[in-house]
């Protein structure tokens, strides 16, 4: 056995832990090994200094909680919470540890979306509509530009304009445009179909901004019409799309 | 040995204390823990008085803080209430408790070290309010202010080298020369062999020795 060995074995010679034989040949290794001596005195002082360390002051409260706490589980005065976590404590640690962290995670995620609100609408002043107007069918006819119906008379049919949906695309459009810096300003014909999408027939005032007509296709494509109706029946209509903006920031 | 001559070696007084002190705890163990299972608060009580030094002690070892270590004991605590039903008593109550202690120290460390990666336990020991350090405060009897104030600093360096070693060294070193438990005890407590023991003991000391060889 080297001195590598021996020195490996000196935590056990420290400890008394090497069989009677063993001990003894360590022993006499130890005689003439000076290097290895001065390792075990090494590794002894360690273990001395180690055992020589104060204890450290006990925090009287550990017993008057651990107490406390174990009287209100004696007396059942235990939260259902902790009931609740006991129990599923029982059942698997791992688990319970991975499902709070989703709970958590999910209640984070929640809170989060919870704050993203949609853009909120600004009433009358950015998208106008009167709802609910009848009119004749003179009104009609020279509206959409079509020559009247022969044999009937100026109210033979109930008509009702086309209206904005107050939540739809375009409410959300008209916003957009209101947030963006300087003056705005457009006009465009649009056709309102009967199931109250809109159709971009001409741009009759250009906006400052060529986005804003992909913008207005878009908002048109989502249905944000509830359709003219003739007699109670959606039919299909056109009308002028407005927007004038008058930036008074600064 | 017969009957007849322990019963005269133990009227000397000679080897009474050794011969009867192991069953005697055993049989009083055995009674607390019947106790115990009977949800005996009291007895509850007498485990709390007997045992919170030494586990508290323990927690305060491996934790190097003192808030953090009375958490783990209370902690510890409750886990034993709660566990008595499950306790077959396979291995004594005391190596049960220091398991129950040493996993939740340890699990209560890994929250810690995520939570403080920065800090070193030599800043932990600084609040570690130990018994030396409030002694001395005061002056010693014994020992000049100036030699007080090198074992505190000693002290403190050896603990923060204990703190640098690999987990399950410190942990085996902790148990053995601080909370002097035999070998077989240690292999109790942390489920495992006498020779994994050996081997840890054998490579914290070695560990520790490098650390602090100035200090030797």
Not at chain 1, 67 to 80: D, I
Not at chain 2, 117 to 140: C, F, I, K, M, Q
Request: proline share 5%.
């Amino acid at each position: 056995m080297g001195c590598k060995e021996f020195k490996w074995s000196a935590s056990s010679f420290v400890d008394r832990r090497l069989d009677a034989d063993e001990a003894a040949r360590y022993q006499a290794h130890l005689d003439m090994c000076a290097d290895c001596r001065s390792y075990v005195a090494e590794i002894r002082q360690v273990s001395l200094m180690l055992k020589g360390i104060e204890p450290p002051h006990l925090p009287e409260e550990i017993h008057t909680n651990v107490m406390a706490a174990v009287g209100l589980r004696a007396a059942g005065e235990v939260k259902l919470g902790v009931r609740v976590i006991d129990l599923l404590q029982k059942l698997n640690p791992s688990l319970v540890s991975y499902g709070a962290g989703a709970l958590v995670s999910a209640m984070l995620f929640g809170t989060t979306l919870a704050g993203l609100k949609p853009i909120p609408a600004m009433g009358n002043m950015v998208a106008a509509y009167t709802p609910g107007i009848t009119a004749s069918d003179v009104d009609y006819h020279l509206y959409n530009n079509i020559p009247p119906d022969s044999g009937l008379g100026e109210f033979d049919h109930a008509y009702e304009l086309p209206r904005v949906v107050d939540t739809s695309s375009l409410i959300s459009l008209s916003n957009v445009a209101y947030q963006k810096p300087g003056n705005e300003g457009a006009a465009a014909l649009v056709e309102v179909l009967p199931d109250g999408r809109g159709k971009l027939v001409e741009m009759l005032e250009e906006p400052s901004d060529p986005n804003f007509i992909d913008e207005l296709k878009w908002s048109l494509s989502k249905r944000p019409f509830q359709p003219a109706t003739r007699s109670g029946q959606p039919v299909q209509t056109r009308i002028v799309l407005l927007l004038q903006k008058i930036d008074v920031s600064g | 040995m017969s009957a007849q001559d322990m019963a005269a070696l133990e009227q000397t007084g000679l080897v009474g204390i050794e011969v009867d002190a192991r069953p005697l705890e055993d049989r009083a163990e055995l009674g607390l823990i019947t106790r115990l299972r009977a949800a005996d608060l009291r007895a509850f009580e007498e485990l709390v008085t007997h045992f919170e030094r030494p586990v508290y002690s323990l927690c305060f070892r491996l934790l190097g803080d003192a808030e953090e270590a009375r958490d783990a004991a209370q902690e510890t605590f409750l886990k034993v209430y709660k566990g008595m039903g499950k306790f077959r008593a396979e291995s004594g109550l005391k190596t049960w408790i220091y398991r129950i202690a040493v996993n939740q120290a340890m699990n209560q460390q890994r929250w810690w070290r995520r939570r403080h990666r920065d800090e070193t336990v030599s800043l932990d020991l600084s609040r570690g309010e130990s018994e030396a350090t409030l002694a001395n405060r005061l002056p010693s009897l014994t020992a000049s202010p100036e030699q007080e104030a090198i074992k505190r600093e000693r002290e403190r360096s050896l603990m923060r080298a204990l703190g640098q070693i690999k987990q399950e060294y410190r942990v085996a070193l902790v148990l053995r020369e601080i909370e002097e438990l035999s070998y077989e005890e240690i292999a109790e407590t942390l489920a495992i062999s006498i020779g994994t023991v050996k081997s840890r003991i054998a490579r914290g000391r070695e560990e520790l020795r490098r650390r602090v060889k100035d200090l030797i």
